[in-house]
C-alpha cells in the first residue's frame, strides 16, 4: 500500500472517532508511526485505534496520542509482520587467539 493510501486510511479511521477532545489530523500526523506499528495491516490498524479509543475513554482524557497507542497491544497479525520486516540484529564475533 502507497504511504498516500494509508494516511487517506488513516483519516477515514480517524472521522469516525467520536471522543469529545480528540483533535482532527491527530491520527494522520501519526500515520507513518501507525504504518510500523501495525506492519501495514489494515485490520491491526482498525484494532489498534479502537483499542486506543477504548482507553481514551477508560483514562478520561477522550483523546488518541502516541503516547496512548504505544500502550495498546497489537495483534497477531501485525507482530508477524514486523517481524518479518524488522532486519535481523547484526552478532559479533569474537575471534580467538591462537
Known amino acids: 500500500m502507497e504511504q498516500e493510501e494509508w494516511r487517506a486510511l488513516v483519516g477515514t479511521l480517524e472521522s469516525m472517532l467520536r471522543l469529545r ?4 489530523g491527530t491520527l494522520t500526523g501519526l500515520s507513518e508511526f501507525l504504518f510500523h506499528r501495525t506492519g501495514s495491516m489494515i485490520g491491526s490498524l482498525s484494532q ?4 486506543a479509543a477504548v ?18 497491544p497489537v495483534d497477531y497479525a501485525a507482530e508477524q509482520s514486523e517481524k518479518r520486516t524488522t532486519p535481523a540484529k547484526r552478532t559479533t564475533r569474537r ?3 591462537a
Request: no cysteine.
Open 21 to 24: 477532545e480528540h483533535r482532527p
Open 48 to 51: 489498534l485505534i479502537r483499542g
Open 55 to 72: 482507553l481514551a475513554i477508560e483514562d478520561g482524557s477522550e483523546r488518541i496520542t502516541e503516547e496512548l497507542l504505544t500502550l495498546v
Open 95 to 97: 575471534r580467538h587467539a
